[in-house]
């Protein structure tokens, strides 16, 4: 029997501090009747215009060795609100409220975070700044955005440039779960995402905890280099280890990739408990396989 066999999945709507809106999300529970006091829980997050099921957020969530939640950030997908590129404010309290919802009625320990994307920056700053990420011991930092001006390199091509100066936005035209929506991007919007400042991670970063960085070489929303400007970050800490892991053939959003990126959390969290975790390259498993 595998682990995807024998989890639980509970549909959970926690109550937001704006009226009338509740943050959607599903937890995945190992052993669903016994008291979740004092267990360890990881945190799943999806990126700008995603969703808890998106790419390999499900997936991996059922194969976890701990229990899982992951959940919609405001204005994407199931949970209501006002959607921006750079509305950071939201997210972070909608961080805030998931925390507290697992910590304080709960009694779960925040012991993992995986994020994508976006989520990733935001993730971090909570992290730094949050008394319901004090438990936090691990980190899995998968296409984060270091330098956030970089985003000028895309709103800056003549795609974005000629609405911006003939309508004054964009219109970012995708799908979330399989149905259309349609994103406004506005140039100050733009201006203050890319005035978001990470370097504050070098010395707010929490000493303790150990970060897998995995970022695809085909990446052409956030650069490869980013990666490697991360390894530099989380490898300066003590005792708490940085993992870079780059998958060749991966784009951002590792389609035709999702296995792997699976197979190297879970191998990474597998080191990590046994001990003998260093910083370092990973390979593609455990035993170090080419």
């Not at 943050?23 to 995945?28: L, P, V």
Request: proline share 3%; aromatic share 12%; with cysteine.
């Amino acid at each position: 029997m595998t682990r995807a066999e024998t989890t639980t999945t509970t549909r959970h709507y926690i109550q937001h501090v704006v009226p009338g809106i509740r943050i959607a999300g599903d937890m995945e529970q190992w052993n669903a009747t016994e008291p979740t006091q004092g267990r360890k829980i990881a945190l799943i997050l999806h990126g700008a215009m995603g969703h808890k099921d998106y790419l390999f957020q499900k997936k991996l969530a059922k194969q976890l060795p701990i229990d899982s939640f992951r959940f919609d950030f405001r204005a994407n997908h199931e949970t209501p609100g006002t959607w921006n590129i750079a509305n950071f404010e939201d997210d972070l309290e909608d961080l805030r409220i998931v925390g507290e919802y697992l910590t304080k009625q709960l009694g779960y320990q925040i012991a993992m975070i995986v994020a994508h994307s976006r989520a990733t920056f935001v993730s971090s700053y909570w992290i730094c700044n949050s008394e319901w990420a004090k438990s936090v011991e691990a980190f899995v930092n998968v296409s984060g955005r270091y330098r956030m001006n970089k985003i000028f390199d895309r709103t800056n091509h003549e795609l974005y440039g000629a609405q911006f100066k003939e309508r004054g936005f964009y219109e970012w035209k995708t799908r979330v779960a399989g149905k259309p929506v349609v994103g406004i991007i506005r140039p100050e919007d733009v201006s203050k995402f890319g005035a978001w400042d990470n370097s504050y991670l070098w010395t707010e970063f929490p000493q303790h905890i150990d970060v897998l960085t995995i970022h695809g070489f085909r990446d052409d929303v956030v650069p490869p280099y980013d990666a490697i400007i991360y390894a530099r970050v989380y490898s300066s800490r003590s005792p708490g280890t940085h993992t870079l892991h780059m998958i060749e053939g991966a784009d951002h959003n590792f389609i035709g990739h999702f296995e792997k990126v699976i197979e190297t959390v879970l191998g990474w969290w597998a080191l990590r408990g046994s001990g003998n975790l260093k910083t370092g390259i990973w390979n593609t498993g455990v035993r170090g396989k080419l």
